[in-house]
């Protein structure tokens, strides 16, 4: 009760809707796409749109553009609103230059002059031709024409695709500062988590709301399954009552036995119309035969490509079982560092030296391989048989399909019609049927929807071999890999341990402690302007007894805190206790939050006083 009176409130306190549809249906084949599907935004909405890859996210968003047509269902828009629509693929047909597109909706100079300080901002040249433009290049024209005008409501449909880190970070800025009011339908979880104020999942053609940010989805989502499977079960044992009854329980009271008989064909229909969640991919890495200890060795290697260096003096060794992200701006030069490091492309000068015995499993963004005039059979058999090959293995397609979540009624399906996240786990399934011991992937995220993700995640991290991927997806690095080599710029590369995050840590440590360093030791002074010689600067700055002192002590705690942790998380997987024992229950989270946010700042404090003895040492 409480629960409800909180949501009326809630819902009572907020805004009119500026716009609003409800209760939308649209039947695509025989299967209904959205089934009683709505939303509503206000003025101050910040709204991410999640669900399964096929759920109808993006033709929802079609559908609130006034792009698409419902079957059944009522469509407002408050008089006076503005709606802009960012598309999955934009079209760019009629018009020639990144200027003609983004400025053909602008009518006023003061619009026209944010059009202009987007394009800047967004590193697009008004004179760009849009034919040859790249995949990130075109997102950052059509971010660029959909947010100029300042519409009332701006629907993104996956604006972050093909964005690299600075462009992202860029866009969650930009939009927190703009008055629209946003839908989001995007699979990058820390861009969701970062701007969203609550989350609607479409699932199964219906739409569920949660008046918080996307940090609490997955939790929510969990346990909104949960609450649908125990009703499915109670449904079931209500029925086999009913049957009971059938069987033994018939009396000569005729009026009630009908009822009861129409009440259980009632129970029954409830039971044959209900829909369960679409389940997970059943998919697992083949392992190849055990790499060398060695994997890749590279020696002050150099690359240029006429006078912009790309990789100047990069030395590192990869061991078996890395696991490596490349970060960079688009244009860094990820991929050239990647064909370096396995031996695709000679350095200009330096050694490259590759480990024995690498069966490497290379799946990049381009998705090469996949031929656009085959269907899905004929992308998973290359075209021969009706068989899959598993290594030593072989497997009907129409088995393998399933297993990717692929309908059998799909096997004839042109691989040209597939949706993005389709054709993503289209060659996830390609890749995945041969062994390797060195997976290579360049942005895999781009267009797997979050369930997917999360599995790709569990075979990452179970993967016997090395693994070594591009990625401007930052929640997924910070999942999956142990270090990153990260573009400082012209040419120079440093490498990080941990994850993105770990990275932006060291980073700002790094960045502290060389102004700490600059303070301890100012220029001497120029001997043109005082006249006289330079006095000696200071000499170099050592760490104190107490930073010494610290540095020594804080893996012991580090480690201390990680034993708390693991008794809390252990007492705390005990599903019945919050029951039994509430008093415990509360004081396990107590202790694990604070467990959890003392070893936060231990290895924040562990990582300073690293990058401090490392700058004093050199």
């Not at 796409?33 to 759920?55: F, K, Q, T, W």
């Amino acid at each position: 009760m409480r629960f409800l009176q909180f949501e009326s409130l809630l819902f009572m306190a907020a805004s009119p809707p500026i716009l609003y549809v409800d209760d939308i249906h649209l039947t695509h084949g025989v299967q209904p796409l959205l089934d009683g599907a709505g939303l509503s935004v206000s003025r101050e909405d910040r709204i991410c749109l999640v669900g399964r890859n096929g759920s109808g996210k993006s033709t929802l968003l079609k559908i609130i553009a006034g792009l698409v047509d419902a079957d059944d269902g009522e469509r407002f828009v408050q008089p006076g609103i503005a709606i802009e629509y960012l598309a999955q693929d934009p079209s760019f047909d009629g018009f020639k230059t990144a200027e003609d597109y983004v400025l053909q909706d602008v009518l006023n100079n003061e619009d026209r002059q944010r059009a202009f300080q987007l394009m800047a901002d967004l590193h697009v040249t008004p004179e760009a031709d849009l034919a040859p433009l790249s995949g990130g290049e075109r997102r950052r024209v059509a971010l660029a024409k959909a947010m100029a005008t300042q519409p009332e409501v701006l629907l993104l449909d996956e604006p972050t695709n093909h964005l690299d880190l600075p462009a992202i970070e860029w866009l969650e800025q930009a939009l927190r500062q703009i008055n629209s009011a946003l839908v989001l339908v995007s699979h990058d979880r820390r861009f969701l988590s970062n701007m969203a104020n609550q989350t609607v999942w479409l699932d199964r053609g219906k739409t569920k709301i949660m008046r918080k940010s996307f940090a609490f989805f997955e939790d929510w989502r969990d346990e909104e399954l949960e609450r649908e499977a125990s009703e499915q079960h109670k449904l079931a044992r209500k029925i086999a009552r009913e049957e009971d009854w059938v069987r033994y329980g018939v009396t000569a009271r005729r009026k009630r036995n009908v009822k009861r008989m129409g009440d259980l064909s009632s129970l029954r229909k409830q039971q044959r119309d209900y829909r369960g969640p679409q389940g997970a991919m059943d998919a697992v890495m083949q392992a190849g035969a055990q790499s060398g200890k060695l994997v890749v060795k590279a020696d002050e290697i150099h690359k240029t490509f006429g006078d912009k260096k790309i990789v100047e003096n990069f030395t590192t060794q990869i061991k078996r079982g890395a696991r490596i992200g490349l970060i960079g701006a688009n244009g860094a030069g990820k991929t050239t560092l990647l064909n370096l490091l396995l031996g695709k492309l000679e350095p200009d000068s330096g050694n490259i030296r590759l480990g024995k015995n690498l069966t490497p499993l290379l799946l990049d963004q381009q998705r090469v391989g996949i031929k656009q005039d085959w269907n899905v059979k004929d992308a998973l058999t290359d075209g021969s048989g009706d068989r899959v090959s598993l290594g030593d293995d072989s497997m009907h397609v129409i088995g393998y399909m399933k297993n990717f979540l692929f309908h059998p009624a799909q096997m004839r399906t042109p691989v040209s019609v597939l949706s993005g996240g389709e054709q993503a786990r289209l060659f996830l399934a390609r890749g995945l049927r041969q062994p390797s011991n060195l997976l290579v992937m360049d942005e895999p995220t781009n267009d797997l929807d979050l369930e997917t993700l999360d599995l790709l995640q569990e075979m990452i991290g179970a993967y016997e071999g090395t693994v070594i991927l591009v990625s401007h997806d930052r929640d997924f690095l910070d999942r999956t890999v142990t270090s990153v080599f990260n573009a400082e710029g012209d040419g120079k590369w440093l490498e990080y341990a941990g994850g993105y995050s770990d990275m932006k840590v060291q980073q700002k440590a790094r960045l502290k402690n060389k102004d700490k360093a600059a303070e301890a030791n100012p220029p001497a002074a120029n001997k043109l302007d005082t006249g006289e010689g330079a006095k000696p600067g200071k000499p170099q700055a050592k760490m104190s007894y107490k930073h010494k002192f610290r540095l020594e002590k804080l893996p012991s705690e580090m480690q201390a805190l990680g034993v708390v942790i693991e008794k809390a998380g252990a007492l705390l997987a005990d599903a019945d206790l919050f029951i039994k024992a509430p008093e415990r229950f509360d004081a396990a989270v107590k202790k694990l939050a604070k467990a959890q946010a003392d070893l936060a700042a231990a290895e924040e404090e562990w990582l300073e006083l690293e990058v401090l003895r490392e700058g004093l040492d050199t």
